[in-house]
Every structure is written in C-alpha cells, then in structure tokens.
C-alpha cells in the first residue's frame, strides 16, 4: 500500500503562484509515476501533470503547460515527495487537487491508471 498525502493548497490570488506538495509513504518502490489531477465543483476530475521516477519524463496537460512545473525529489528516500508549482494562476486552475501515484514508469493522464490516491488539497482563486 502507498499513502498519499497533499498539502500547499488554499487561496491565491489571481496570477500569482503556489505550490502543492505531495509524500508518499509505504511502498513507495512499488510506484514507477506519480501525477497531479483535478476536479473543480459541477466537473470531471482532469489530468494535470505527471513526472517519472525512472526517466526524466515529465508530461503536461495542455491547459497547465508552461504554467505549471510538476518536480520531484530523490528516489532514495522511502518517501517519496513530488510538488506541484502552479505560475500564473487564473480563475480555471480553482479546484480540488489530487496526488496520484502508479506502478508503471510510463506516463498517462489516463486516472484508472493509479493505483493511489491522496484525499486532496483545495486551491481557491481570488480575483
């Protein structure tokens, strides 16, 4: 089992930046990707960014690209931390942010794909 916990959320103005992080406990050598998705109120949750352990692959969704900087920190560690830096925030980035975590390397905005979830961070946008 991996345990997925978020925290970073809360309000922002509007264009300015904040930055999600995400600790995964467990068996965290189980998890070849981890991933940033999201749901904001009367919608279907999103993909938004994923990173690799084993490569330097990182994949966007095309709404965030540019804006957004998904990280990670070393995979030495038992737990295992990624972050999620959010640039340039406008009114569309307000909902509730998930960590995801999979067994596969190979990145996916596909959500059956991972196995854990965390309970979510939100991220409300002031104008």
């Known amino acids: 089992q991996v345990r997925l916990v978020e925290s970073g959320g809360g309000l922002v103005q509007l264009g300015d930046s904040l930055t999600l992080s995400c600790i995964a406990s467990?068996?965290?050598?189980?998890?070849?990707?981890m991933g940033w998705f999201r749901q904001a109120p009367g919608k279907e949750r999103e993909f938004v960014a994923a990173?690799?352990?084993?490569?330097?692959?990182?994949?966007?969704?095309d709404s965030v690209k540019g804006r957004f900087t998904i990280s990670k920190g070393t995979q030495d560690n038992p737990d295992r931390a990624i972050w999620l830096q959010m640039d340039r925030v406008n009114t569309d980035d307000a909902a509730v942010y998930y960590c995801?975590?999979?067994?596969?390397?190979?990145?996916?905005?596909?959500?059956?794909?991972?196995?854990?979830w965390g309970q979510g961070t939100q991220v409300t946008v002031s104008s």
């Open positions: 467990g068996r965290t050598d189980s998890t070849g990707s």
């Open positions: 995801a975590a999979a067994g596969s390397i190979y990145l996916t905005a596909w959500g059956p794909n991972y196995d854990y």
């Open positions: 990173i690799s352990w084993g490569t330097k692959n990182t994949f966007y969704a």
